[in-house]
Nanobody, 127 residues
Framework: QVQLVESGGGLVQAGDSLRLSCAASGRTFSSYAMGWFRQAPGKEREFVAT????????GYSDSVKGRFTISRDNTKNTMYLQMNSLKPEDTAVYYCAATLASGYPGTYYRAREYDYWGQGTQVTVST
């Protein structure tokens, strides 16, 4: 089992940048493929980005591709989401998630594929 804690959210203006972190504890972090999801008020949780166990494979939603970068540091048991050129429509609670699924290339795009979730961190982008 792994515990996940997100941090780094906040209130920023459109065009600004933020870096979210997801700190993991418990079972070996490198055993998990990881992902970021977000949920805006009144909307369903949506996929943002995913990264494989070793970080060699990544995937992004079309809405963030080219602006957001997912990464991980297995020596620090931490995953990151660098968010640049933020837009008001990026406003949401951002969640990190972990999965023990073992397919190739180790990236997972659906919430139901993840086993563990953090509590979320709020990102608000003003105009």
């Amino acid at each position: 089992q792994v515990q996940l804690v997100e941090s780094g959210g906040g209130l920023v203006q459109a065009g600004d940048s933020l870096r979210l972190s997801c700190a993991a504890s418990g079972r070996t972090f490198s055993s998990y493929a990881m992902g970021w999801f977000r949920q805006a008020p009144g909307k369903e949780r949506e996929f943002v980005a995913t990264i494989s166990w070793g970080g060699g494979s990544t995937g992004y939603s079309d809405s963030v591709k080219g602006r957001f970068t997912i990464s991980r540091d297995n020596t620090k048991n931490t995953m990151y989401l660098q968010m640049n050129s933020l837009k008001p429509e990026d406003t949401a609670v951002y969640y990190c998630a972990a999965t023990l699924a073992s397919g190739y290339p180790g990236t997972y795009y659906r919430a139901r594929e993840y086993d563990y979730w953090g509590q979320g961190t709020q990102v608000t982008v003003s105009t």
